[in-house]
């Protein structure tokens, strides 16, 4: 525990020194949405989660036991122009008993809408987890699945001066569609068996309050440093099967937790809450370091392509 508090401290440490007015991430008018940990956010960028680490126990399935898993990812983000990126996500998956990669993922996003003076932002995604590409023996799916996607963030900056504490507050969310594009998967248990494979609906909302925000831009309340880089948020990541046995099922997260942002990295943490006894009935955690190349690496890494 004494080692873990001290890889806290020190990375909190270099959040601190390098802290300066945040000119990285998703960014419309004086709003900067961060890099949520739960729910995707609507701005494209070239960063990286270096990473994102998940401890979760879910329910088991069909009468096993729950166990709690270990999900450790790496995602590169990079913009080819300056409102479409790329990104490519990895992901380690070790369930105590068995341990593995997931499936690859890319995905695309392009910004359409920007409005600088009301801090909005909307954007269309699409990600394609690639079927085979993890390991089977932890559950990873052989078919390739297609999540067309949109994308919102609104910052609340402009509200009226006589309410002025809640300028800093922003709301993002996202609305995906979870296709397959195999409609049945089969196997072989003495007897062929065909499994339909479910279509799902993602959707999830963040909320946020920007101390940051309420620093630069509100008022100068006199925080101490690090404090003043803090965002509070809760995120809801939620899913629900739209066809299949759970059709209708809604499953996922509540996660509060707190950002803390620097000119060149990001450290997250939340608990990962569950939303009902189909989603567990324990508490989780997850923690992200996020590092901005288009701070790093403004001239090389950190640019568009074109």
């Known amino acids: 525990m004494q080692k873990y508090n001290l890889v806290v401290l020190m990375t909190l440490s270099v959040v601190a020194i390098t802290a ?3 000119c990285a991430h998703a960014i419309v008018g004086d709003r900067v949405f961060p890099a949520t940990l739960a729910v995707d956010d609507p701005g494209v960028s070239d960063e990286m989660n270096l990473p994102l680490v998940s401890r979760f126990k879910e329910p088991g399935e069909e009468g096993e036991k729950a166990r709690w898993g270990t999900e450790t990812s790496v995602e590169l983000n990079k913009r080819i ?3 479409l990126g790329l990104a490519v996500e990895a992901a380690w998956v070790d ?3 068995v341990a593995g990669w997931d499936n690859i993922g ?15 932002m909307l954007s269309l995604g699409l990600d394609w987890d690639i079927g085979g590409s993890g390991a089977k023996k932890i559950g990873a799916e052989r078919f390739s699945t297609l999540t067309p996607a949109v994308f919102f963030g609104k910052g609340f900056g402009d509200l009226p001066d006589n309410i002025s504490l809640l300028k800093p507050l922003a709301l993002t969310g996202s609305l995906g569609y979870a296709v397959p594009t195999d ?3 089969v196997s072989f248990d003495g007897e062929i068996v065909r499994t339909r494979n479910p279509r799902v609906l993602e959707w999830g909302m963040t909320m946020q309050y920007s101390l940051p925000y309420l620093q630069q831009h509100v008022k100068d309340v006199g925080l101490p440093k690090l404090l003043g880089m803090a965002i509070p948020v809760v995120e809801f990541a939620l899913e629900t099967p739209t066809n299949g046995e759970d059709a209708g099922r809604t499953t996922g997260t509540i996660n509060p937790g707190i950002i ?3 000119e060149i990295i990001q450290l997250g943490l939340e608990a990962m809450i569950p939303v009902n006894d189909d989603s567990g009935n324990n508490v989780g955690a997850r923690a992200q370091v996020h590092v901005y190349f288009d701070d790093l690496f403004p001239k090389t890494l950190g640019r568009p392509l074109w």
């Open 260 to 262: 803390f942002t620097g």
């Open 183 to 185: 409609n049945f998967a």
């Open 106 to 120: 890319v995905g695309t996003k392009y910004v359409f809408y920007k409005n600088a003076p009301h801090e909005a």
């Open 81 to 83: 122009t300056e409102n």
């Open 95 to 97: 369930e105590g008993h």
């Open 20 to 22: 300066q007015d945040a």
